[in-house]
């Protein structure tokens, strides 16, 4: 490589490496804002190294697999309260519109709201998380005892598990 | 080592070179395109969770890969431009930022549609949507660099830099779903370990993926090979290929 190219090629690379360190230094600074959202092991017990709690009335996000059997439905109104865990301790969710299709028990969802107490959040927006498996309803129900029931075409008999 | 590849420095050998691959590109783009889509829109399972709403994932993940695929294709030609000055390679960074910018609006819009149905909004500002946003405006701003100067060599140095500079982009992006938590789920198949999919929906997922490929290529053989007569157009080669008369020849016959 004749010593032009050569030097060409050294200041790219310096370039890019430059620009790489002040990226990656970048995104290390602001890794904390950058999540979407608060699991709730970090809302309770605090996030990051300095063990940050965020403070009542805060508006937040908050991400989790809702709880087996903690969804409460107002028959009213459609109001629904429900909890929300990562493995550790449990996060109570208020909200008050329709939630996603995919919102079921055990599926991960993010919340968008205020804060209202140390566990307890009012949500205004529900999304629903989905993983990255896909497979057929068949496999599913092999693999993971899981039937999926079209809600548009619910039978008696299956209406009681129909989730 | 590289040295069969000197002779494609010339603008003329390599304008050959890809005419003679063009038909063969679009001929399999079309046919795995076809295929692919036919496979997975009618014939592929559907989901356990999202019944049929998934299969819009047989075109937003392969114009998602090959967004970046064709990032990194224009960020060599933009290395090869700055270092090795070849006219053929910053001409490429040129035809390759529309269609890689075509392909990162389908991801984004085709994310958008899928996220409506299953995540209940168009758009969140998680770091996978965000990073993919940002690759968009690169896009655009390479091509806009490229176009902003009127000499168009200073133009192709500013562009290249750009892209060069972009790269870093892309780990950012692919790595996104894990270093941060997000709204967008893990990969599914661009990791290590098995893909978490059934096969039957894998393997149109692979063709369509191909099929991306494919078509990602042509068009930009073809938007290349336009690249090349624009700026050669004054060369014997060029015109004949064109079949117009060079311009030496009609101003003498105005003269006489």
Known sequence: MNPRRKKRLTLVSMLLVGVAAAASLMLYALTQNIDLFYTPTELVEGKGKQQQVPSVGQRLRIGGMVVEGSVKRDPETLKVSFQLTDGGPLVTVNYQGILPDLFREGQGIVAQGVLTSANEVDASEVLAKHDEEYMPPELAEQIKGIRHVNPNQVDDSSSGAGR | ?256
């Open chain 2, 1 to 256: 080592m590289w040295r069969w590849l000197h002779p494609y420095a010339k603008a003329e050998a390599s304008y050959r070179l890809l005419s003679r691959l063009l038909p063969w590109f679009a001929c399999s783009a079309v046919v795995t395109l076809l295929i692919s889509l036919v496979w997975g829109l009618a014939f592929a399972p559907a989901d356990y969770q999202q019944g049929d709403s998934y299969r819009i994932i047989y075109i937003h993940v392969p114009a998602a890969i090959w967004s970046m695929g064709a990032y990194f294709g224009m960020a060599i030609m933009a290395l090869i431009a700055l270092v090795w000055q070849i006219r053929t390679a910053s001409w490429a960074i040129a035809a390759i930022a529309p269609v890689g910018a075509a392909m990162t609006a389908i991801a984004l819009l085709t994310g958008a549609i899928w996220g409506k149905p299953m995540w209940g909004t168009w758009w969140e500002w998680d770091a996978r949507l965000t990073s993919e946003l940002i690759l968009f405006f690169l896009y655009v701003g390479v091509l806009a660099l490229y176009f902003a100067f009127d000499d168009q060599k200073a133009g192709a140095k500013a562009a290249a830099i750009l892209a060069i500079v972009g790269v870093i982009n892309l780990p950012i992006i692919h790595f996104s779903v894990e270093w941060w938590n997000t709204l967008h789920q893990g990969a599914t198949i661009t990791k290590f370990g098995r893909p978490s999919i059934a096969n039957d929906m894998l393997w149109p997922l692979l063709l369509s993926i191909l099929a991306f490929a494919l078509v990602t290529a042509t068009l930009i053989i073809m938007r290349l090979r336009n690249e090349m007569l624009f700026n050669e157009i004054h060369r014997p080669w060029a015109q004949a290929e064109l079949g117009v008369n060079p311009p030496v020849a009609v101003s003498q016959q105005e003269t006489r």
